[in-house]
């Protein structure tokens, strides 16, 4: 069983930044693919960002691009969502997430990700 833990999260104004971080327990955490995703209030989890396992290719749902960035550091079993130029849009909890990968597609649905965090909550305010 992986664990994941997340942290980072906080409030800032419009236009600022975070960096959100996911710790795993997983030693072989480098093949595992890792996601992000985004619950706001009364809506759905929704995908936010993903790295692969294997050459570290990166994918994000098209309301962050150019304002977030996913890494990864497997010698420390650590991803990372770096969010920059906040917008009060973003606002929600926002998960880390894990599946120990099988094969070179990266799944960007809650459905396939095996282990998640516990959430950190995101604020920004106008």
């Known amino acids: 069983q992986v664990q994941l833990v997340e942290s980072g999260g906080g409030s800032v104004q419009a236009g600022g930044s975070l960096r959100l971080s996911c710790a795993a327990s997983e030693r072989t955490f480098s093949i595992y693919t890792i996601g992000w995703f985004r619950q706001a209030p009364g809506k759905e989890r929704e995908f936010v960002a993903a790295i692969s396992w294997s050459d570290g290719s990166t994918y994000y749902t098209d309301s962050v691009k150019g304002r977030f960035t996913i890494s990864r550091d497997n010698a420390r079993n650590t991803g990372y969502l770096q969010m920059n130029s906040l917008k009060p849009e973003d606002t929600a909890v926002y998960y880390c997430?894990?599946?120990?990968?099988?094969?070179?597609?990266?799944?960007?649905?809650?459905?396939?990700?095996?282990?998640w965090g516990q959430g950190t909550q995101v604020t920004v305010s106008s």
């Open positions: 997430a894990a599946y120990k990968s099988r094969t070179l597609v990266v799944i960007t649905t809650t459905t396939g990700y095996d282990y």
